[in-house]
């Protein structure tokens, strides 16, 4: 069975991981008590959407190797300031440590992803 050609971010399994990770995030963060929401419930789904966003960007900018690498970088960076929300989320009781082992778990696979998209941007690069 032959894969279907990636057109467009959406097409990208690490793009699809971050971004049913993000809405998972949100539905769960629904249950985050009032006085979080705006602190870590705001930080925990700006941070888990921007990397979809970020990934977006970068998409657009694969003309460019040192720009598409760039913006794979802020989706790192975002990535694991989403794991670090998602520990305090566990810490404050938030939620349940098996939710975040998993959510956690998913952003490894995420930043597995970038970063092999990082250390070989040229499969993603359009071509001259």
């Not at 959406?10 to 705006?38: G, H, N, T």
Request: glycine residues 4%.
């Amino acid at each position: 069975m032959e894969k279907e050609p990636i057109k467009s971010h959406k097409d990208l399994k690490v793009y699809q991981m971050a971004f049913d990770a993000a809405m998972k995030i949100f539905e769960l963060s629904k249950k985050f008590p009032v006085e979080e929401r705006y602190s870590l419930t705001d930080q925990i789904r700006r941070s888990s959407r921007s990397v979809c966003a970020n990934m977006a960007e970068a998409w657009r900018k694969r003309r460019y190797e040192a720009a598409f690498v760039a913006k794979l970088n802020d989706c790192e960076s975002e990535a694991a300031e989403t794991q670090t929300w998602i520990e305090f989320a566990v810490k404050c009781n938030y939620l349940s440590v098996e939710s975040g082992r998993e959510l956690y778990g998913t952003y490894n696979q995420i930043l597995g992803g970038l970063v092999n998209m990082i250390a070989n941007p040229t499969p993603w690069l359009m071509k001259r």
